[in-house]
């Protein structure tokens, strides 16, 4: 089960699509993850704030909307309850 939080205090540079937060571990390949916190650390570099593998996540799935959400049609109204 998800853990929901409030409101995040930290601006992020992603686009919100709504103030409420959800948290869950997510499992990948070191060397992913090693790239995910790289990339994360080389925008708060170039950005300023804090290094985000959240805010680049949340990145990555507002550029790929549109074909994550065909993709998922089928199920998304599950998990929106």
């Given at each position: 089960m998800a853990k929901r939080t409030g409101p995040?205090?930290?601006?992020?540079?992603a686009p919100e699509t709504s103030g409420e937060k959800v948290g869950?571990?997510?499992n990948?390949?070191?060397e992913t993850a090693?790239?995910?916190?790289?990339?994360?650390?080389a925008r708060a570099?170039?950005?300023?704030?804090?290094?985000?593998?959240s805010a680049l996540l949340l990145d990555l799935v507002e550029h790929?909307?549109?074909e994550l959400e065909e993709e998922s049609a089928r199920y998304l109204p599950l998990f929106l309850d």
């Open positions: 995040s205090s930290a601006s992020g540079t869950f571990g997510v990948m390949p070191v090693a790239l995910a916190r790289a990339v994360a650390f570099k170039k950005r300023g704030g804090r290094a985000s593998v790929h909307r549109k």
